[in-house]
């Protein structure tokens, strides 16, 4: 029942911008571009996730030792780094039928521009990450650079069709600088978001509709959502998607507004449910659960059995596990963490 009432939003809102619904109909009802544009989901795939996910946090709270005593927010790195980027590099070669799959043909020619903006966005957006880390005075972390390219990715879904490739490399640029202040900025008001959801998905699914507005150059997109403007025909030779920069900022104000539907209506229609599935069934495990681990209490087996905390708090810590695997190793033995 949860998951069909979390599915809801993405159902009405993909209606409204896919199915030809009131943002599809912007620009024919109130003149406004070609009404809201999303080539391959930016908005209804990433942004809607992204929004979601924050109101999830929120309801949830952080987890235990993410703040310190004083509110300070702590790192709890992820223990399996080679994982994060493998999972990154499947994520990045499954976009490349994500994004030009949505031409919903081979035969259209635009896929050549989709393929290289999809690419380069994804490597600058990594890079950038890498460099805003670094003039942070901060080592270039590879989970970040890895947030960054996702965050490239997400961010170029939307514009894929409608852009030049430079402008693929400057959303993506923006995204990987984008990614790295929203990540510092939800920690610092409290909001725990472990993998970077809200800041890769939402932020950057949103900077990806509106990123459409400026950047669409008004070649690709002739006819959409049903649009035809004679003047824009006679200026132009036809009326493509187009941006800002290109001289239709009635598009621009169409993505604002897109955007806006989007962060409000998924936040506000998540949090009621979750607040709601809350009373009936609270959604956070108790303090002893968490402490000692999800797997053992509600899957019935352990996924690290040779290292586990306790709910009386005793168990080894990272470094001590680290230490004692490392001696495992020396001297061919085996060293398992006991309850004292």
Known sequence: ???????????????WVWGGGWLAQGG????????????????VVHAMGGVIALAGATVLGPRIGKYDSQGRPKAMPGHDVPMVALGTFILAFGWFGFNPGSTLAGTDLRISYIVVNTMLAGIVGALAA???????????????CCNGMLAGLVAITAPCAFIDPWAAAVIGLVAGWLVVVSVFFWERVGVDDPVGAISVHGVNGLWGVISVGIFATGQYGAGWNGVVRDGMVKLYGSDGVRGLLYGDFSQFFMQVIDASVVAVFGFCMAYVWFKVSDLITPIRVSKETEIE??????????????????????????VGVAAASTAAELHGRKVVAEQN
Do not use: R
């Open 1 to 15: 029942m949860f998951g069909l009432w979390i599915a809801l939003p993405y159902c009405l809102y993909g209606n």
């Open 28 to 43: 024919v009802n109130w003149g406004l571009g070609h009404g809201a544009v999303d080539f391959a989901g930016s908005g």
């Open 130 to 144: 890498m460099v805003t880390l670094m003039l942070k005075g901060l080592k270039p972390d590879p989970t970040m």
């Open 293 to 318: 681990g999800l797997d053992g209490p509600e899957m019935g087996t352990l996924g690290y059995p040779d290292f586990q905390l306790h709910p009386s708090g005793v168990g080894l810590s990272t």
